[in-house]
């Protein structure tokens, strides 16, 4: 089991930065792949980044390329996402998720958090 707690959310505006952040406890998270999924009002949860377990591999969602960065520090069991040049667009709530193969795919995904709300005003 693996247990993951998301903080770092907030209210900002439009082209302002966050960073997410994701504690893990529970088994060895540096053996877990790691993802960020949102999930914006009426629609479907979708994904955001994702970074291998060593933080070799990381994959974008082509909306966030170049804005977010995903990153992790296994002394901390933590994943990151920094999150710059918000846009009203990215206004959801963001999920942390560990599984066992980097993927854009939410199923691939055993372990999730509860979820950080993130709100972009213009």
């Known amino acids: 089991q693996v247990q993951l707690v998301e903080s770092g959310g907030g209210l900002v505006q439009a082209g302002d930065s966050l960073r997410l952040s994701c504690a893990a406890s529970?088994?060895?998270?540096?053996?877990?792949?790691m993802g960020w999924f949102r999930q914006a009002p009426g629609k479907e949860r979708e994904f955001v980044a994702a970074i291998g377990w060593s933080g070799g591999r990381r994959y974008y969602a082509d909306s966030v390329k170049g804005r977010f960065t995903i990153s992790r520090d296994n002394a901390k069991d933590t994943v990151y996402l920094q999150m710059n040049s918000l846009k009203p667009e990215d206004t959801a709530v963001y999920y942390c998720a560990a599984g066992s193969g980097t993927s854009s795919v939410s199923s691939s995904y055993a372990y999730w958090g509860q979820g950080t709300q993130v709100t972009v005003s213009s």
């Open positions: 529970g088994r060895t998270f540096s053996s877990y792949a």
